[in-house]
């Protein structure tokens, strides 16, 4: 059985950094993309960055340079970290893994960036 769980989300303030992580269970990361989406109330959910199987990485325009994404296999977890925040990157932050067609999401963690 597949699951991922996220964590480490919570308020900060503008400016402030957080990092989420995602553990993962019943994939492989030699095999999956890992990637991070987040969603706005009324909003379509939007990808924020991905990590594919060999490690390389890509961001979204509006977090680029602020946000890093990265993975530990030996522990099965990916986490985002998150620089500079602003009021914007308030949502709530769901991890997927996809290989193909295949795809699973966890339950999502909210960030709230305010002061």
């Known amino acids: 059985q597949v699951q991922l769980v996220e964590s480490g989300g919570g308020l900060v303030q503008p400016g402030g950094s957080l990092r989420l992580s995602c553990a993962a269970s019943g994939i492989s990361f030699s095999t999956y993309a890992l990637n991070w989406y987040r969603q706005v109330p009324g909003k379509q959910r939007e990808w924020v960055a991905t990590i594919n199987s060999g490690g390389s990485t890509t961001f979204a325009d509006p977090v680029k340079g602020r946000f890093t994404i990265s993975k530990a296999s030996t522990e099965n977890t990916v986490w985002l970290q998150m620089n500079s925040l602003k009021p914007e990157d308030t949502a709530v932050y769901y991890c997927?893994?996809?290989?193909?067609?295949?795809?699973?999401w966890g339950q999502g963690t909210q960030v709230t960036v305010s002061s």
């Open positions: 997927n893994a996809q290989w193909r067609t295949i795809v699973y």
